[in-house]
């Protein structure tokens, strides 16, 4: 006769999951919930995309639904999703823990997607918000050839006694990572292992530097956000010069700088963060990291661009709870990014 676990009501599911959220938190596990607002599991672009996907494959027909009744009683208390995987932990008749591994989008089929969408995206926000010509969606999610990856990329696994290969538990996993993309439209790429800046036409993209230099200069980031900075970059014992136009000849007068003259250093150079905050008073956290990049529009690249630093080490920050140790001149640098994007929204 086959055995079946007891039937464990959704309201006692969610008062264990809430209970093993918060020894996980105490024990300094950095705890990532699905929490969905009302009952429709994915609004934006990519997160419906997402799951639509997973629900065109005959695959998984009888087992999604079941992960939707999952998901949408909050049963999902935890899914972090990396490069090739996400990792999460699902309230059943126990705590079960799920992995999910996927495969690397390969590099020929990234250039594919990139050699079509050349030139038709023309910003970061543009393609994180779905806002897309009907040739490049078709691209880019296109069921056999584009981003999502399709079942046979698709490795599931639960420690829960369902024999299936896919259990509910897995199936709301899949949909918590379709929830997690409407905050975090980025972590698609991450997942597939590419950089979505590789995407974005020259229009909207960062200066680029030479082949021996791929940071920006100060006059990169005043001229990104079109305000004046002083010191914006923050690196000890680098000052930003003022520009001038070229003497005319003969006259041999010059035009007044179009930009504010730097300040007099009789007192002390102006603090990087700006608004009177010394750049060594910034709070530098996981979380600030990430609201910044968003805030700005950039992608991890970007960022790291910005900052002085790669795009892996953007990412780690931002999946690290709590503060961050930085080197001075990144900590610097962040306090006068932070200072450009208010001063560009105010």
């Not at 998984?60 to 009683?73: E, F, I, K, W």
């Not at 905050?277 to 990430?290: D, H, K, M, N």
């Amino acid at each position: 006769m086959d055995w079946y676990p007891p039937y464990v009501p959704v309201g006692a599911r969610r008062a264990r999951a809430l209970l093993e959220m918060r020894r996980l938190r105490a024990s300094g596990v950095n705890v990532q919930p699905v929490e969905l607002k009302g009952r429709t599991i994915a609004r934006s672009f990519w997160g419906r995309r997402w799951c639509e996907h997973l629900e065109s494959f005959s695959d998984y027909a009888n087992r999604l639904p079941r992960g939707r009744t999952y998901v949408r009683n909050g049963s999902v208390c935890h899914l972090e999703i990396r490069t090739g995987g996400v990792d999460a932990m699902v309230a059943g008749t126990d705590l079960y823990r799920v992995t999910v591994r996927i495969r690397k989008l390969g590099k020929p089929a990234w250039k594919a997607i990139r050699t079509a969408c050349a030139g038709q995206i023309g910003s970061v926000l543009e393609l994180l918000q779905g806002r897309l010509s009907d040739h490049v969606m078709e691209v880019v999610t296109h069921r056999d050839t584009g981003l999502f990856p399709k079942p046979g990329e698709i490795k599931l696994a639960c420690d829960c006694p369902d024999w299936a290969t896919m259990c509910k538990h897995a199936a709301a996993v899949l949909y918590g990572v379709g929830s997690r993309l409407d905050d975090r439209p980025e972590l698609l790429f991450l997942l597939r292992g590419v950089d979505e800046a590789e995407l974005i036409a020259a229009d909207m993209a960062l200066p680029r530097g030479t082949s021996t230099a791929d940071t920006l200069a100060d006059d990169d980031l005043a001229d990104i956000f079109g305000i004046d900075l002083d010191d914006a970059d923050g690196a000890p014992g680098r000052k930003r010069p003022t520009r001038t136009a070229p003497t005319r000849k003969r006259s041999g007068s010059k035009r007044p700088s179009r930009r504010t003259p730097a300040r007099s250093t009789a007192s002390g150079p102006p603090a990087p963060g700006g608004r009177g905050e010394p750049a060594s008073a910034i709070r530098a956290t996981g979380e600030l990291v990430g609201r910044l990049r968003r805030r700005g529009g950039f992608s991890a690249a970007e960022f790291a661009a910005l900052l002085h630093v790669s795009a892996a080490t953007v990412r780690r920050w931002e999946a690290t709870p709590g503060p961050l140790t930085m080197r001075p001149s990144h900590r610097d640098a962040l306090a006068a990014l932070r200072r450009a994007i208010e001063d560009r929204d105010e």
